[in-house]
């Protein structure tokens, strides 16, 4: 064994990695056999210094003259990059693990673990195993040994009684009471108690085996100990991709790993490396030499977007509204504004805040302000008309204080005595009053007699929760603000402003998030819209929004290629691709980049006018 390991490292023998051969089936290099066309034999001849040198020979078919020939064996020639692609945010490599019969062995395990560099994180992925059939026998064994060992501990606790000793003093000083084994009829421990004379606990104890106890116990112990013990190199039971068992190592063996991960922006490379082992009885017998990594540059269909900025036209008014409403309680019957009621004082600020930001800002300047109280519908009409105006001079002239002099002239107050119209709104948002009450409130409500109104809620069993819910957020205080700007002089200005939405859209893209891409650039329909649909895997929207533009590139006509490619309508993905390259001759390089059209560009390549 030591000579054969010895052997291995001498030669420096090592596992291979390679990217697997998708070019034209069955091609024919030559390095095959011969075929039944020639007879192989050997041949010498004499070199200069009289020594003979051993050459093959192969029979012509046609003359049946012996013709020398030199047989170069055949080389395999791998490649040691890719071009992969992202797709819908997933890249996917390829790769074959090759193992050389010299590493195989009955005896040994052979462990074999991809590593994945990523930007400079490395991961392991999920290893290879290839078994031997001597060394899984061992395996099998060990769990066997540790089977009979589990087997062997006692679980039934009636075990440890000595059954026969005590049906023995039974039937000798108890014959009426052992006549009962049979009776399946049950007893209480005391009543029990009182006819043996001990109780069952007190005979149990008796004649139990504790010392059999102890052991059976200290077995359960040591299981895991046991285990380790006999099993010696468990079998894996998850987070593998193969665990062959050897039974013949007259050959090699070559397995394609297929590993997926997802994309993420700035991503160009992915590094895979491979390490092995030799491992017998679980113990790590030598470590196999690293062959040369596989690299795979990672494209996607993101580096297409359009990065030019886009512009959207804003239309700006010189004057503008605004308005805020606040809820500003009051005690029953006034119209005093009063701080210490609860909820007060934060509106207060926030309307301050409010004033302030908009008196003090360089940007407008206020042309009035509008102060209006409105009530709710409890209570009479006439009443509530005169406490809404009370409220709304009080409340201006709360704020009076908070603007400059220059500015107090423009301060306005109203009222609205019941605000009957925010009523409707927000009987009609509710979900809490059922639907055929709501119907009824919101029918009695177009009454012209509206105390009249209030009264027929009074009799209705939704009234306390009007009154208690609906009402309060009726009695409220609208500001409202008519302000202009100060570098304008027309009423309106056409401007234009980068569209930040649609470049949101755009960076979605490139950050390969393209269902968002795809929800902000649909509306849009341009190329960039079309990109996202695609990525997304939307080839008929992104064939339609393409469809619709009026101006094309060499770009669009890609776009529409891939999308055609994936509908597999190849031959109009050709036509939209010779389009694509007219426009621009770049592109042709592209198509490496891209499973959709590298395929089909290979195959019209005879098309395609020589760069």
């Not at 005595?417 to 029918?443: K, M």
């Not at 590139?553 to 694509?580: C, H, N, P």
Request: aromatic share 10%; hydrophobic share 35%; charged share 25%.
């Amino acid at each position: 064994m030591n000579r054969k390991l010895s052997g291995i490292a001498g030669d420096g023998i090592m596992p291979g990695i390679s990217i697997p051969y998708d070019g034209p089936e069955n091609m024919d290099y030559g390095l095959d056999d011969a075929g039944d066309d020639v007879e192989g034999a050997a041949d010498s001849m004499s070199s200069d210094d009289g020594s003979p040198v051993i050459m093959n020979a192969i029979r012509d078919t046609e003359t049946g003259e012996m013709v020398a020939t030199d047989v170069i064996r055949a080389s395999k020639v791998t490649a040691r990059f890719r071009n992969v692609a992202e797709r819908a945010g997933k890249i996917t490599v390829e790769f074959d693990i090759e193992v050389p019969a010299a590493v195989m062995d009955s005896r040994w395990k052979l462990k074999f673990t991809p590593e994945m560099d990523v930007m400079g994180d490395v991961s392991c992925l999920e290893p290879l195993y290839i078994t031997g059939s001597r060394y899984r026998e061992r395996q099998l064994r060990g769990y066997e040994r540790y089977r009979a060992f589990i087997a062997s501990i006692i679980t039934d606790s009636a075990d440890f009684i000595r059954i026969g000793q005590l049906e023995k003093f039974l039937m000798r000083y108890y014959p009426q009471t052992y006549s009962m084994k049979n009776d399946t009829s049950f007893i209480s421990d005391p009543v029990a108690e009182n006819i043996f004379g001990v109780s069952q606990k007190e005979a149990l104890e008796h004649y139990t085996r504790h010392g059999m106890i102890a052991r059976n116990d200290a077995r359960g112990r040591n299981a895991g100990m046991m285990f380790r013990k006999y099993v010696r190199d468990p079998l894996p039971d998850g987070g593998f991709r193969l665990d062959t068992v050897l039974v013949s190592p007259e050959g090699g063996l070559t397995y394609r790993y297929v590993q997926s991960m997802s994309g993420f922006p700035g991503l160009r490379k992915i590094i895979v490396s491979l390490d092995g082992e030799i491992l017998e009885d679980g113990r790590s017998l030598m470590s196999l030499p690293s062959p040369e990594p596989l690299v795979f540059y990672v494209s996607s269909l993101s580096s297409l977007a359009d990065n030019t900025p886009k512009y959207k036209t804003r239309v700006l008014y010189r004057t503008v509204y605004d308005n805020t409403r606040a809820f500003i309680d009051f005690r029953q019957g006034s119209a005093e504004v009063d701080t210490l009621i609860s909820g007060n004082a934060s509106e207060i600020r926030r309307i301050r805040a409010c004033i302030k930001d908009m008196s003090s800002s360089p940007d407008f300047v206020l042309d009035s302000m509008m102060v209006s109280a409105s009530c709710s519908p409890e209570g009479q009409w006439d009443y509530n008309a005169k406490l809404a105006a009370e409220r709304s001079g009080s409340v201006l002239e709360y704020f009076r204080q908070d603007f400059p002099d220059s500015l107090r002239s423009r301060l306005r107050s109203s009222s609205v005595p019941e605000n009957w119209q925010q009523f409707i709104a927000l009987v009609s948002a509710d979900t809490v009053i059922a639907g055929r009450s709501r119907d009824r409130i919101l029918s009695l409500s177009s009454g012209r007699d509206k105390d009249s109104v209030e009264t027929a809620y009074q009799m209705m069993p939704e009234y306390r929760y009007l009154r208690e819910k609906v009402y309060p957020r009726l009695r409220s205080v609208k500001f409202e603000f008519w302000l202009h700007r100060t570098d304008m002089e027309k009423d309106t200005v056409h401007t234009s402003e980068l569209d930040t939405a649609y470049m949101r859209g755009v960076e979605a893209i490139r950050n390969l998030d393209y269902r968002d891409a795809m929800a902000i650039l649909q509306p849009y329909e341009d190329y960039n819209s079309a990109l996202a649909c695609l990525s997304a895997g939307y080839e008929e929207t992104a064939l339609s929004i393409l469809s619709r533009m009026k101006h094309h590139t060499a770009a669009s006509f890609y776009l529409a290629a891939v999308a055609l490619s994936r509908l597999g309508e190849t031959d109009k993905a050709m036509d939209f691709y010779r389009e694509s390259v007219a426009l621009d001759p770049a592109m042709r390089h592209r198509a490496n980049l891209d499973p959709e059209i590298s395929g089909i560009a290979r195959r019209y390549e005879h098309e395609l006018p020589l760069l």
